[in-house]
Structures are given as structure tokens and as C-alpha cells.
């Protein structure tokens, strides 16, 4: 089990040339999660090469044009991909949705699939399973209009401990069950699967934070993950004014939040129009997260469990 994650882009507010729109593509048991579809992302992913019919769900962060401009034309994409009727595609976003993508559908109403919609307060209590496990949970951030925060969980089954099972001696046709988490009867015994497998295990987490200032609430909501890529408007401290303003981050706050929340990796994203080479600021992020990675396109990872 795992997961890979792969940067589509990295501009906030408009496309450049040689800098797609900020948008992250993560794939699990074969099944793509979208979040965000500025202008421009389909060609992103083309060029990637993952394929484009298996997106399962697509995330929408926010109504803004940069994060959801794409998305007609790519909705028309994933029609001509050779998607079916019998295969849906789930939509995720914060409140009104449904009718935001409507509206854009204006210029694209003719789908061979289905669209199901989920709408999220992002209180910080909903959470869905996206597919084979990996579950998404939704956290309001702090931007002038309503952005959702999106991280991700996979969780790792305790490891069966063969030597239990047979000491307990019970038959090998019911290990399976037992190894699933479920209990099994065997003629007149009980056995529960805490009997034969080992203490739990730490799964994989990731989490996707843009268009936002740093919020407590957002450091609790990235704790302890094995990935966090975080909009980073601003290399300048000096342009902490604007970050206010405009509800976004400099790099060194990025890294604030990302260490507060005790995040492991950190790659930053979303970069200013008016920052062409955003590496001239990395050290403003690197002093206080030294391993941090300014965001490119493509760049990415495979998130695997780890033997302790
Ligand atoms: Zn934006
Ligand atoms: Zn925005």
C-alpha cells in the first residue's frame, strides 16, 4: 500500500509560461484524486502521463479562477477518455458546489457519466473515504472566501503474528478472517484478532493547504504528517503586508505552520506571479524548516509505509 503524489504546477492567480496553475494529483490502488483544476491543468496532466479517465474524485479548495477555471474542459476530457455511465466521478468542495460547477457545466452539458457531489462545511468533523482506504478529512482555512484545508490518511492493519495462531491452534482457513480484523468460531471457541496479531501500526498521512493564512486550527489539523505541501505566496518577509491583505502565506510562515504541526516533509506551492524565481527565497522557509523543497512541476514522491 501506498501513495504517490505529483505537483501539476505551482503558480497561484495565473498560469505562466513554464508554470502551471497550483494543483496536486495523488493516486492510490490505481485510483486518481484531483485537488484543484486551474486553467491550464489538463495539459499539466497529460503531460505527466498518469492517465486521466481513472480520476476517481476531483477536490476543489476554493472558488477562485485559478483553482477551478480548468475544470470544464477537463470534465469534457475525462468524458472522451472513455468513461462510462456505470463510472462516476465524486466532487468535493466547500458549500454551493454543486451549483458553482452547474454553472460551468453551462459550456460542457453533455457528460457520459455521472457527478456526485459533496459538499463540506469543513468544521474539522467530516470525513469521507475516497477509495481502498484512504480516507480525507476537511478543515476551513482563512482566505477572503470559504477554503477547504484537505489531508489524507491510510491506515496500516497490525501485523498477523503466525506463531499465535498456531499456539492458540487455530486452523489455517481461518487465519485470512482473523488477519482482516474479524473474529472467527472454531467448534465451540471464540477468537478475537487482537489474539493473534501485533500492536498497531503508524499508517501514512499527507495534507494539501492553500489559499490561506497560518491558522492554530490548521496546525492541529496537519499533525504529524509524512507530507505537507502549503501555499507559499510571498519569498519576501517583506511582503508579510500583502500575505495579510490578500489572506496568503510568505515562505517563512509555510515553514511556521509546517513545524508547529510537526510535519515531516514540506513542499511549497502557489507562488506570486510576481515571484519568477522563487528559489531566491528558499533559505526565508529553510531557516526555520531546513529540509523544505520549493515546489516544481512534476516533482514528486511515493509515500510507502515504513518497518519500524
Ligand atoms: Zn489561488
Ligand atoms: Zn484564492
Redo the contacts with the bound molecule.
Keep these: 500500500m501506498m501513495i504517490d503524489v505529483a505537483l501539476l504546477g505551482t503558480g497561484g492567480t495565473l498560469p505562466l509560461p513554464g508554470r502551471f496553475l497550483s494543483s496536486l494529483l495523488i493516486r492510490h490502488s490505481g485510483v486518481m484524486t484531483l485537488i484543484d483544476c486551474g486553467e491550464g491543468t489538463q495539459v499539466s496532466l497529460r503531460e505527466l502521463g498518469w492517465g486521466i479517465k481513472d480520476i476517481g474524485t476531483i477536490l476543489i479548495t476554493?472558488f477562485?479562477a485559478?483553482?477551478i477555471s480548468g475544470l470544464p474542459g477537463l470534465l469534457l476530457t475525462i468524458g472522451n477518455s472513455g468513461r462510462t455511465a456505470n463510472e462516476p466521478l465524486t466532487m468535493v468542495g466547500p458549500r454551493g458546489l454543486q451549483r458553482v460547477v452547474e454553472h460551468l457545466r453551462v459550456i460542457a452539458p453533455h457528460l457520459p457519466y455521472q457527478i456526485i457531489f459533496r459538499e463540506m462545511t469543513g468544521r474539522g468533523d467530516e470525513q469521507l473515504e475516497l477509495n481502498h482506504g484512504l480516507r480525507l478529512k476537511v478543515q476551513m482555512g482563512d482566505?477572503d472566501i470559504a477554503?477547504l484545508a484537505y489531508r489524507f490518511e491510510l491506515d496500516r492493519a497490525p501485523q498477523f503474528q503466525p506463531e499465535r495462531a498456531k499456539a492458540l491452534e487455530i486452523p489455517l482457513q481461518f487465519w485470512k478472517s482473523l488477519q482482516r480484523g474479524e473474529p472467527v468460531i472454531v467448534g465451540e471457541k471464540t477468537f478475537q484478532p487482537e489474539q493473534v496479531l501485533g500492536p498497531p501500526r503508524v499508517g501514512l498521512s499527507m495534507a494539501f493547504v492553500t489559499?490561506t493564512r497560518p491558522t492554530e486550527k490548521l496546525a492541529q489539523f496537519i499533525e504529524d504528517v509524512d507530507l505537507f505541501i502549503c501555499e507559499a505566496s510571498y519569498g519576501d518577509p517583506e511582503d508579510r503586508v500583502k500575505a495579510i491583505e490578500n489572506k496568503h502565506m510568505t515562505f517563512g510562515e509555510a515553514a511556521m505552520l509546517a513545524s508547529a504541526g510537526r510535519a515531516k516533509q514540506l513542499w511549497l506551492t502557489h507562488f506570486s506571479p510576481a515571484l519568477p524565481f522563487p528559489d531566491r527565497y528558499r533559505k526565508e522557509a529553510a531557516v526555520i524548516f531546513p529540509t523544505v523543497v520549493l515546489g516544481e512541476k512534476h516533482l514528486n514522491t511515493t509515500l510507502k509505509f515504513i518497518d519500524a
Design positions: 476554493h477562485h485559478d483553482h482566505h477554503c489559499d
